[in-house]
């Protein structure tokens, strides 16, 4: 190439301007960019309300939510909290000085289950009424004394007396064993058994005492009492036996004159008792025929 095409082709490169590179977002792009900006932050703004208003609503604080507290020992519910789902807990109790009220539509049921799953103890209080399931229950006092035990062998009061107030009294199926049966003051003391036979039974003795009454035993058919080794003794300043029929002698006829009003008590080889007009010897021999 020639001095001349050399220095022609650089004057033509110096009288063109140089190109310039725009680098961006231009027309409606960049008007949806900001309209999504805005929209974005309209969308935060929103949220931010909503999130205010709920920590207001609900009472988010930093110890907890409304009437939920969080505390070193736990939860604290204050005022009246329900649960729509079963509650797992290792203690409920209410506030120092405060009562504690479980209430339920239906039932509340305290269960005692093992690591099986399987139903230990329960405790169910419904509409029908109370019931308890388990191996054992007791009752005891303030100060730890026995009140009440109930297991599959035997039932246990433990409290000095054991009233009861039914009219009808109490009504046992089976044996009853106790070191003393008494009625309240004023009040009488009836044993009965209106299909079956009534036995008492003591190894060292039974004693009846009415201290202030009488003592009645009443019978459909026979009394009977017997001591084995001992006696029976009737210790009164009058003993009268009622209704006691009265021996003749089989040949003997209508008396005269007045009627005689002295009477002599004869016993029976069987045992009965009966009366004997009383003569100058014993007349028991001789008006026997009641022992026929």
């Given at each position: 190439m020639t001095q001349e095409q050399c220095s022609h082709r650089n004057n033509v490169q110096s009288s063109e301007k140089p190109q310039v590179y725009k680098v961006g977002i231009y027309g409606w792009r960049k008007r949806c960019l900001y309209f999504f900006v805005l929209l974005l932050m309209i969308l935060i703004l929103i949220n931010l309300a909503l999130t205010i208003w709920i920590l207001k609503v609900m009472n988010f604080t930093?110890?907890?939510?409304?009437?939920?507290?969080?505390?070193?020992?736990?939860?604290?519910?204050?005022?009246?909290s329900e649960f729509l789902q079963p509650l797992y807990a290792k203690e409920i109790r209410s506030s120092p000085?405060?009562?504690?009220?479980?209430?339920?539509?239906?039932?509340?049921?305290?269960n005692i289950v093992n690591s099986n799953n399987q139903l230990l103890t329960q405790l169910v209080t419904g509409s029908s009424g109370f019931k308890a399931r388990g191996k054992m229950f007791e009752v005891k006092s303030t100060s730890g004394k026995l009140l009440f035990s109930a297991d599959e062998q035997e039932v246990v009061?433990?409290?000095?007396?054991?009233?009861?107030?039914?009219?009808?009294?109490?009504?046992?199926?089976k044996s009853v064993e106790t070191p003393h049966v008494r009625a309240e003051p004023f009040k009488e003391l009836r044993l009965e058994s209106p299909t079956r036979s009534l036995l008492m039974e003591a190894p060292k003795g039974i004693q009846i005492l009415a201290e202030a009454g009488d003592i009645q035993a009443i019978c459909r058919n026979e009394l009977r009492l017997e001591s084995k080794d001992g006696e029976?003794?009737?210790?009164?300043?009058?003993i009268r036996l009622m209704r006691l029929p009265e021996g003749k002698a089989p040949s003997s006829s209508s008396s005269s004159g007045t009627r005689q009003t002295v009477y002599e008590v004869c016993v029976c080889p069987n045992g009965r008792l009966f009366l004997s007009l009383a003569g100058t010897g014993s007349t028991c021999q001789i008006n026997n025929n009641v022992c026929l």
């Open positions: 930093i110890d907890g939510m409304g009437n939920l507290r969080i505390t070193e020992k736990g939860l604290k519910l204050e005022g009246d000085g405060r009562p504690l009220f479980l209430q339920s539509s239906r039932n509340v049921s305290v009061v433990g409290a000095e007396r054991l009233r009861v107030m039914g009219a009808e009294g109490a009504v046992f199926s029976i003794a009737l210790d009164a300043q009058r």
